[in-house]
Nanobody
């Protein structure tokens, strides 16, 4: 069965860096769509970064230039390198996966706008990031 286990969350000062990891198992990691999402208290969950099977990526505007999503297919692991962290990055971060990255409806694709990414089926339990 599909398993996603996040790690690497921590409390850091503003301006610092963290790298989150997501260990995946139970599916063909190299062919699936993988993403990081986050949810802050009192806010809706939002897509942070997504990467598809051929390495195309998309980021939410607030993290562009600061965060990098990557994956190591040999290790079945997804990463999120987070630099220049801000207090507004404080949230629970989730790893998510699905067989393909799909765009909801018609119009701009998820590549151009991460908000257009269809909800992914499988989720991890999350890892907390706190920036002060």
């Amino acid at each position: 069965h599909v398993q996603l286990v996040e790690s690497g969350g921590n409390s850091v000062e503003a301006g610092g860096s963290l790298t989150l990891s997501c260990a995946a198992s139970g599916f063909a990691f190299d062919t699936w769509c993988m993403a990081w999402l986050r949810q802050a208290p009192g806010k809706e969950r939002e897509g942070v970064a997504v990467i598809d099977s051929v390495g195309r990526t998309s980021y939410t505007d607030s993290v562009k230039g600061r965060f990098i999503i990557s994956k190591d297919n040999a290790k079945n692991t997804l990463y999120l390198q987070m630099n220049t962290l801000k207090p507004e990055d404080t949230a629970m971060y989730y790893c998510a996966a699905d067989r393909a990255c799909r765009t909801v409806g018609y119009g701009r694709s998820w590549i151009d706008d991460i908000r257009r990414l269809a909800r992914l089926t499988y989720w991890g339990q999350g890892t907390q990031v706190t920036v002060s």
